[in-house]
């Protein structure tokens, strides 16, 4: 197909339609008459030779071809609108009226909310933040929609196209207590891990009730036995420090909230081989044209970054 011989308001016009999923909705958002929209409808049908919208109902609905459309053409519609927009200066100390919506787990809650919140309300004070519970299960459909705006944990999964910031690593601490009568320093190691009753951190909406140790541990044809779960992880040092439970958290979360004096620290037995991971700052499409949710997303960065470095 020769490009110079495509109208590429064309699909300007697709991507109205398939959004609306109506001719004249459509055409009111783009400031043109309904036989015009209608016209371009009929130009996109015979260049893809695809129909692309279907009748049904009240609604024009995409056809598999316009699905398939929508994900190649969206991107690149962004990409112009960003280079022909010229730079807006956003300026935190006087926005007002902005409200954003971070998703977080417990995790995020102890480590760093605390000095995020700090942070913005010292510098973007007009600024309001909804913290929400993190669904990894819609994590991406909701950033797609617009329904969170930034999301900031780890093993996080998205979709093409999405800002991805690395904040810093994370690993993993064994805990139990200095009174336990089986743990002894001498003889830790995997095969005294396992035969352990385990007390494990499982939020109730992360869409599982196993943690990243259990699937290692299936792929070594091992299994331990965990005997207590929680939906907040505040609740293991705690728990860890009064009973015969171990259990295996986030190292920064072990050493803020594990009283030295009742809880002992032990390493994550060699074989089981869960390196550092990476917490994540992950945001929607829409933080590379937003001037104010970028200038969020580089707080935290750079607040996160300097906070583990120091």
């Known amino acids: 197909m020769n490009l110079s011989s495509v109208d590429l308001n064309l699909l300007v016009v697709f991507e109205a339609l398939y959004q609306t999923r109506n001719v004249t909705v459509a055409g009111q958002r783009l400031n043109r008459a309904q036989p015009s929209v209608s016209n371009a ?4 049908r015979t260049l893809f030779d695809d129909p692309l919208f279907v009748r ?13 459309l929508m994900l190649q053409i969206q991107p690149v519609l962004e990409q112009i609108h960003q280079t022909l927009t ?11 009226q902005r409200r954003f919506r971070l998703a977080a787990g417990d995790y995020v809650d102890i480590t760093l909310l605390p000095s995020i919140i700090s942070r913005l309300r010292r510098d973007a004070p007009g600024m309001d933040i909804r913290v929400s519970r993190l669904d990894r299960r819609t994590l991406a459909q909701q950033l797609e929609r617009g329904e969170i705006d930034v999301a900031l ?6 979709s093409d196209g999405m800002l991805v910031q690395p904040l810093f690593n994370e690993s993993f601490t064994c805990i139990a207590s200095r009174h336990h009568p089986q743990v002894a320093a ?16 499982a939020p109730s909406d992360d869409g599982s009730a196993r943690g990243i140790i259990d699937q290692r541990l299936t792929e070594m044809g091992l299994e331990r036995r965990v005997a207590a779960t ?3 992880i505040i609740a293991l040092p705690a728990v860890v420090a009064d009973s015969d439970l171990i259990a295996t958290l986030a190292t920064s979360v072990a050493q803020q909230f594990a009283d030295p004096a009742k809880i002992r620290f032990l390493p994550l037995p060699t074989e089981l081989a869960v390196t550092e991971f990476s917490i994540d700052l992950v945001a929607g499409r829409q933080a590379r044209r937003d001037p104010a949710l970028a200038w969020l997303c580089d707080t935290i960065a750079r607040l996160s970054f300097g906070e583990k470095m120091a």
């Not at 010229?86 to 007002?96: I, L, Q």
């Not at 944990?153 to 998205?158: I, N, P």
């Open 41 to 44: 409808l009929a130009r996109l």
């Open 230 to 232: 929680f939906s907040h």
């Open 153 to 158: 944990g780890g093993h996080l999964e998205v």
């Open 56 to 68: 049904s109902g009240g609604s024009m609905m995409p056809t598999a071809r316009a699905h398939q």
């Open 86 to 96: 010229p730079p807006t200066r956003f300026d935190p100390a006087t926005a007002s």
């Open 186 to 201: 001498e003889s830790w190691g995997l095969q005294q891990y396992i035969s352990l009753p385990h007390a494990l951190y």
